[in-house]
C-alpha cells in the first residue's frame, strides 16, 4: 500500500471500494485523535527519551522476529493524565490504549518511569504488529482485518464493527505481553530504569526468602518471582525495609507483610495477561514435548510465533504445528484462542493493565 500508514494490504470490495479504503486508512493516520487529545499532557524531554528508547527496543525485536519497521510520527504516542484511559472508555480499560486503524496509542504516565515504559511497549508491540484491512460495507466503512496473528471474522458483512468474532486474539495478547517481558529485561540494564528495577529486585527478594522459610510451595515461589513486575515507590520501601531492622530475617518478614498490604492496596503490578499467557506457555510446551526433540525450549517455539505475528505470514507457524500436531491444529487453535465478540461497542482495544 502506498502512502504512510503501515497497513500492508486491504482485502475485499472493488478496486475503486480499495482505493477509497486506501484514503481512509491515510487520512485516520494523519488525523489526531480528538479523545486522546482530550486526556493528553505535554511530552516532557524525559518523557521524549523514554518513548525512544523503548520504541527503539521495541523496533529491534519487531525486526528481529522478521516484521518490518515503518515510521511512527512522535504525535502518535499520547501521554495521558493518570486516569486518562479509564475516563474515556469508561471503566473499561487501564493504563494504555490503541487505535488500530489510525495507529496511535496512549499510554497514561504516573510516577514509575519503568511502568510508563512497559506500558509504551506493549501498546507498540500491538501497533507494529503486521496489519492488515477490509473493506465492510463500502469503501469507507474500512475495518480491521489482521492485526498480527489475531483475524476478524469476515462472515456476516452486516455486522458492526467490533461485533465479530476475533481468532487468535487471546494469542496476538499473549505474544504481546511475552514481547513485553522481554522488552523489561532488556530495558532493565538502562541505566535510567536501573534504580527502580533494583529496588523492586531487592524487596522481591526479600519477600521470597520469606516464602522459603515459611514452607510456600516452591512452584508458588516461582511464579510469584516470575510474575511480579513493580511495586509502588520500590526505592522508598526498600529504605523502610531497610531501617525497620538489621536482621535480615526480620526484614524479609516484613517486605512479606508489607507486600500484602501493598497486594490489597493496589500497590503491586504484575507481568499483564497472565491468562492469555499461561494459555500460550501450555501450548509451547505441548509443541516442545511432542516436537521429536526438534525444538528444546519454549523460547525456540516461541519465536516461530512472534515471527507469525510481526510478519503477518502464517505459513511457517502452520506447518510447524501441523507437523506437529496433526492436521487440523492450526485451525482448531484459532477457534481456542479466539475472542467472542463484546456485547458493549466499542472501538478501541487494548489494556495494559487488566
Ligand atoms: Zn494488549
Redesign the pocket.
Known sequence: MEGKTHYERIIGGTQEEKEIASRELQAAFEERSKKLTEYEVEKTPEDLEIIKKTESIVDKMVLQYGGVTKALPPEHIYVLKPGGVLAMTEGRLAGGIYKPLGLEIGVEKGKSKLLFASTIA?ELF?LKSYKSARVGKSGEDIRLYRSGVSMIDRKDQNEESGEEKEYFAMLE?AI??ECTKKFLDEIGEDREFSEEVQAVKKFRNWVVAYYHRRGIPEEKTKEFERELKYIADPQDKVEQVFAFSDDEEKRQAYAAGMFGVLYERGGVETVE?YGERKKLYQLLDKLVINSDGKFKSRDEVFDEFARANFSGNYLPLARTIEGILGKGAFRKLAEEFSKEPKKEKHKTS???NP
Open positions: 506493549h500491538h495478547e504481546v505481553a495477561r487494548e489494556t495494559a
